[in-house]
């Protein structure tokens, strides 16, 4: 087994000098746009088919069909955009520092980002 051992770390060094190395994978990074589009896009199909499947199965059960798979397209459409919009403004993390130019910590308008008060 010692000339397998020998192989394989020659040929990690060989791939290394030649820029083949695998790459770690990233922890923590910013997602792609196409991933953040793809996710948005999933986020509000996804609900509109729950709705829509809700909706259809109660309007079956019921006997009322359109009006419940309507009222339940509406919600999950709601649902999807509600989705959405989570997505792209995550909340902050409670004890986490605010952002630099976040004003809604103010007390009713009276600071400027400079922290002085308007009649300073």
Do not use: Y
Not at 68 to 87: P, Q, S
Request: hydrophobic share 40%; net charge positive.
């Amino acid at each position: 087994m010692d000339t397998r051992d020998g192989f394989e770390e020659r040929l990690r060094n060989a791939r290394t000098r030649h820029g083949l190395a695998p790459r770690e994978p990233a922890k923590g990074g910013f997602p792609s746009a196409a991933g953040v589009g793809f996710r948005a896009g999933v986020e509000v199909v996804s609900a509109l088919i729950v709705g829509v499947g809700i909706g259809w199965l109660l309007d079956r059960w019921l006997g009322t069909f359109p009006w419940l798979f309507l009222v339940f397209f509406l919600i999950g459409g709601a649902a999807g955009v509600l989705n959405v919009h989570r997505l792209f403004n995550p909340r902050r993390r409670p004890g986490a520092p605010p952002d630099p130019g976040d004003e809604t910590g103010t007390q009713n308008g009276s600071r400027t980002r400079g922290g002085r008060g308007q009649d300073d």
